[in-house]
């Protein structure tokens, strides 16, 4: 059975999550972990081993105190839910728990409320991101229903990339979602002709070994654009999709994409939840 892990810090935005990610459990009958990460301080000159002990002893008792309230949900109920607090000194760590639960998905929220970028950059869910060997889904909003009919592939198509669509359609396939792939043709020095890209997606869609590779190409949707993030949520919107995906460098975070260039009135009106792919 699969496993979902679910880092929280209690707060509305993290029920969010939990919601979620119940709904997708039920769907592909999963296991829930919920997680609640302390972090640990070294001890220091001005406080003795026996203070940081205590104070980690209390933080650890405030943890399952709240457990209790926060686990103590109807849409819950007939699901395998287990609770994790662990100390940590960094979400380096949190791969730790994802291996020692054998997770296949993170599902977190995030607490920015003016727009994707600062909903993930410099955040928790961003460190997150960044050291999470597993997908991981952000979650911005509150999830009423399971509705995950139609999700939009966006990528540059490089070789990079070629992981990444393999484990896109792997959950798109579990998911039972339709697949809809997405190049950004941004304006300015990354523009590229129709030839460009023809024989860009022409040689990706050979190097992943798939044999209706003129299927493939032609189903990829060429969207031009002032900018790549603008033209991922543009794209989004005007098919009415309900998730994005995302491949994402592992040490650059999704900052390399989004920093300094998205939208802010785009950003701003999306709730749709973005799965990212580490590349």
């Known amino acids: 059975?699969?496993?979902?892990?679910?880092?929280?810090?209690?707060?509305?935005?993290?029920?969010?999550?939990?919601?979620?990610?119940?709904?997708?459990a039920k769907h592909q009958s999963a296991n829930l972990v919920v997680v609640h990460m302390i972090a640990s301080r070294d001890a220091s000159?001005?406080?003795?081993?026996?203070?940081?002990?205590?104070?980690?002893?209390?933080?650890?008792?405030?943890?399952?105190?709240?457990?209790?309230?926060?686990?103590?949900?109807?849409?819950?109920?007939?699901?395998?839910?287990?609770?994790?607090i662990t100390k940590h000194a960094g979400f380096k760590e949190i791969n730790d728990v994802i291996s020692e639960h054998k997770a296949s998905l993170v599902v977190m929220s995030s607490h920015g409320t003016s727009g994707l970028h600062e909903m993930l950059i410099g955040s928790n869910t961003e460190k997150v991101i960044r050291y999470s060997d597993v997908p991981v889904l952000v979650i911005k909003d509150e999830v009423a229903t399971y509705k995950m009919g139609v999700g939009v592939f966006a990528s540059d198509f490089s070789e990079e990339s070629i992981q990444a669509y393999k484990t896109a359609k792997e959950y798109f396939k579990d998911w039972e979602t339709e697949m809809r792939m997405?190049?950004?043709?941004?304006?300015?020095?990354?523009?590229?002709?129709?030839?460009?890209?023809?024989?860009?997606?022409?040689?990706?869609?050979?190097?992943?070994?798939?044999?209706?590779?003129?299927?493939?190409?032609?189903?990829?949707?060429?969207?031009?654009?002032?900018?790549?993030?603008?033209?991922?949520?543009?794209?989004?919107?005007?098919?009415?999709?309900?998730?994005?995906?995302?491949?994402?460098?592992?040490?650059?975070?999704?900052?390399?994409?989004?920093?300094?260039?998205?939208?802010?009135?785009?950003?701003?009106?999306?709730?749709i939840p973005v799965l990212t792919l580490k590349i």
């Open 1 to 24: 059975m699969k496993t979902i892990l679910v880092p929280t810090d209690f707060s509305q935005q993290s029920e969010n999550a939990l919601r979620a990610a119940a709904l997708i």
């Open 182 to 271: 997405v190049y950004v043709n941004p304006a300015g020095s990354k523009f590229k002709n129709s030839r460009e890209i023809n024989d860009m997606l022409t040689n990706f869609f050979k190097k992943t070994g798939e044999n209706n590779v003129s299927e493939l190409k032609n189903a990829v949707s060429i969207y031009s654009e002032h900018s790549i993030p603008k033209g991922i949520f543009n794209f989004s919107k005007d098919i009415n999709a309900d998730f994005i995906v995302i491949p994402t460098h592992a040490r650059k975070g999704i900052a390399h994409i989004l920093k300094g260039s998205l939208s802010e009135d785009v950003a701003n009106s999306s709730t």
């Open 45 to 84: 000159f001005t406080k003795s081993q026996n203070q940081n002990v205590q104070e980690t002893v209390f933080h650890i008792r405030l943890a399952e105190k709240n457990f209790v309230d926060f686990l103590n949900k109807d849409y819950l109920k007939d699901l395998s839910v287990n609770q994790v």
